[in-house]
């Protein structure tokens, strides 16, 4: 494993990138700090500006207007870097796949490592995803 | 309540339908709609809800909300305007809240409302292909006509 | 507004602690705020149009997508429109578990503003302990409907899933628990003497002003403006229980907190009455709607952020709605901002959009700019920051702590 992949699992700094989600997903990942489920224990915080981030958590379609905008993320945060699609959205589309605002899904965009689906996925499940990649991970 | 608007707005009620006596819609005349909303508006006291821009097969037809709370009562203006060139005044200066519906039914519905302060895109790209109305019934639901 | 002002601002460091994208400019002289500018569609999914394409039945789980914490309002609003349509009376049991959906609802929204607010300020403390409390409001989500958001529950004509009798007791000693806990953070809120001297006088909306930009729900309730659809136009089981439409006069951020943690108590009070109504009683819970005639509809609701307004038009032979208008509440409150944030100072901007409630994620991209030199001076952590520094100074000058904190020690 190189020093770099080392270092990255080592505590995870996460930067939520949302575009054009339902705002559920988001508000599950902000439940992931608060006391019940409180994922600081396992050394990971969001971070406030991807250019300090390890892992993106994208939720949404990814609509029109803000594509530009999930690229540009993409481009400053430093690599090598982990993209998780958080929600159904993210990783299909779901319900609004047909819609004339539909950019994504996410993985058209930008590479997409791990998928959490669900409408929304319950906070256990968003770190059970996080951490079977980890442990896949090499 | 529905007396009184009958009373204050007279002939300038071209049709009324009563669905239920909480759902109220009467047409007007394009000409009238800037008195008929200063009357239920300023004088009467409504609060205005919203507007629903619908594309038909042969008009364009804006319905505007508005509420009589103390009563429950919703009251739609219903107003049509022609095909070829949807237009219409602007309610900015009686309403300052309305502006950004406007905006938003000029360009998902492209309906244009003259004397609107700033009629530019809000909800779409600013490079949004020109004549492409996305709520309009000829184009696609993946925005492609 | 002054076209060689605009600056296209990259969408900036996305805060972790919000989540829709929406846009505002600010333009400055100074400390104080001279004009303001909303920019929306990083969100706009065209749900309208989708609508259009998509069976009745359908359009119940596509509107519940509109947004996650009102994931039940949207539906309430698209069914009662369809009743309207159609002229249905939907059965008794069915409406009081509409309403428990709703209030429930309702508790976990405000609670969550709450906490937010509490963070805007530089009180984390209070943002934990209302999404600690939040928790077991999820739970008995969880436990009705199946899932933590996005519960499904409705369906025209009634409601999908019925309340079982062994679930009542249950729920009833989880929501006495949380009534507790609300009543314990609303004292610590209120009676604190930094969140009085941050929160009083700053953001103040008039009458005139909520009459202009048509706004609803607690926002106009704080002003005074009296309205409530759930006792103006009542739907579900509210017109079968008995509680008050909370109201306050000053119209300030600090207002707006109290009007929403007080009606946390009126919606538990509806909530256990809705559970005595229905415990240990059998009865339909939807009625057969077998076809959607020709014409319109419209129904509304009264969501944790005030109206929600939903116009459906039918043409008795399609399967899907001709058109179906939707207007959520933060559509009308955050117009607001024009008349609450100019001629206050940069700190305050930010609590006062949070004190609309634009689901809280209409907040995020704030670029501040400075009137003269054309460029971006603040984004929205050090506006936070810039907040956080304002209540540490306010707290200085008052030179004792406040209750809050005595609390905890």
Not at chain 2, 54 to 67: A, G, P
Not at chain 3, 99 to 128: C, D, K, P, Q
Not at chain 3, 202 to 222: F, S
Request: hydrophobic share 35%; proline share 4%.
């Amino acid at each position: 494993m190189s020093l770099k992949l080392k270092a990255l699992k080592k505590s995870l700094w996460v930067y939520h990138v949302s575009g054009g989600s339902c705002n559920n997903c988001d508000i599950e990942i902000l439940d992931l700090l608060t006391p019940r489920f409180d994922v600081e224990r396992f050394g990971i915080i969001l971070a406030a500006s991807p250019r300090h981030a390890d892992v993106l958590l994208c939720t949404g379609i990814v609509n029109k207007k803000c594509v530009e905008r999930v690229k540009e993320v993409y481009q400053q945060t430093p690599k090598p870097c982990v993209v998780v699609a958080v929600g159904t959205c993210s990783c299909s589309g779901g319900i609004f796949r047909d819609g004339y605002q539909m950019a994504g899904p996410l993985d058209k965009i930008i590479p997409v490592d791990v998928y959490i689906p669900g409408c929304p996925p319950k906070p256990e499940s968003i770190i059970a995803g996080i951490v079977k990649f980890l442990k896949e991970l090499k | 309540m529905i007396e009184n608007i009958k009373e204050r707005l007279k002939d300038k009620i071209k049709e009324i339908k009563i669905h239920n006596e909480r759902r109220v819609y009467l047409t007007i005349d394009r000409k009238d709609l800037k008195d008929v909303v200063n009357i239920i508006f300023n004088e009467l006291g409504a609060r205005y809800q919203i507007v629903t821009g619908i594309e038909n097969f042969d008009k364009f037809e804006l319905l505007y909300h508005f509420s009589f709370d103390k009563q429950g009562l919703i009251i739609s203006l219903r107003t049509f305007l022609d095909k070829e060139n949807p237009e219409i005044e602007s309610l900015t200066s009686i309403i300052p809240g309305i502006s950004y519906i406007e905006r938003e039914v000029w360009e998902l519905l492209g309906i244009n409302f003259i004397g609107h302060p700033n009629l530019k895109h809000f909800l779409l790209r600013e490079d949004w292909p020109e004549n492409l109305y996305p709520l309009r019934k000829g184009v696609k639901k993946d925005g492609r006509k | 507004m002054v076209e060689n002002r605009k600056v296209i601002v990259p969408i900036g460091p996305y805060h972790p602690l919000l989540e829709e994208p929406e846009y505002f400019q600010l333009y400055c002289d100074g400390e104080e705020v001279v004009d303001a500018e909303w920019i929306a569609g990083y969100n706009h999914r065209g749900i309208e149009k989708l609508s259009e394409s998509k069976h009745y039945d359908q359009v119940t789980f596509l509107v519940e997508r509109i947004c996650g914490i009102c994931s039940t309002s949207h539906p309430i609003a698209y069914c009662n429109s369809i009743e309207d349509l159609c002229g249905i009376e939907i059965p008794e049991r069915a409406k009081y578990i509409r309403s428990i959906i709703g209030e429930l609802e309702r508790l976990h929204s405000h609670l969550l503003w709450v906490g937010l607010a509490g963070h805007f300020l530089g009180y984390n403390t209070v943002f934990m302990w209302a999404w600690k409390y939040r928790e077991p409001i999820l739970d008995m989500f969880e436990m009705i409907t199946g899932n933590r958001n996005h519960y499904a529950m409705l369906r025209i004509g009634g409601v999908r899933r019925d309340i079982e009798d062994e679930d009542v007791p249950i729920l009833k000693k989880t929501l006495s628990e949380i009534k507790d806990k609300v009543k314990m953070l609303t004292e610590a809120v209120l009676d604190d003497p930094v969140l009085s001297a941050r929160l009083k006088g700053v953001g103040i909306l008039t009458k005139d002003d909520i009459k202009n930009y048509g706004a609803v729900g607690p926002v106009a309730r704080a002003s005074g403006v009296d309205i409530d659809v759930r006792r103006d136009d009542p739907y579900a089981a509210y017109n079968l229980v008995e509680w008050k439409v909370i109201t306050t006069e000053n119209g300030d951020v600090f207002d707006k907190a109290v009007v929403r943690l007080l009606e946390c108590f009126e919606s538990i009070k509806i909530i256990e009455q809705c559970l005595d109504a229905i415990y240990g009683k059998k009865g339909e819970i939807w009625k057969e709607v077998r076809e959607i005639i020709e014409g319109e509809g419209i129904g509304h609701h009264e969501a944790p952020r005030g109206e929600v307004f939903h116009y459906v038009r039918s043409d008795g032979n399609t399967t899907s709605p001709v058109r179906h208008k939707i207007r959520a509440p933060s559509y009308v409150n955050i117009p607001t901002f024009k008349a609450s944030c100019i001629g206050e100072t940069i700190s305050d901007v930010c609590i006062i959009l949070a004190g609309v409630d634009p689901c809280y994620c209409c907040t995020e991209r704030i670029a501040v700019y400075d009137k003269d030199k054309n460029k971006k001076v603040y984004d929205f952590d050090q506006l936070i920051k810039k907040s956080i520094e304002k209540t540490e100074k306010i707290k200085k000058e008052l030179g004792k702590e406040g209750k809050l904190w005595k609390h905890l020690l």
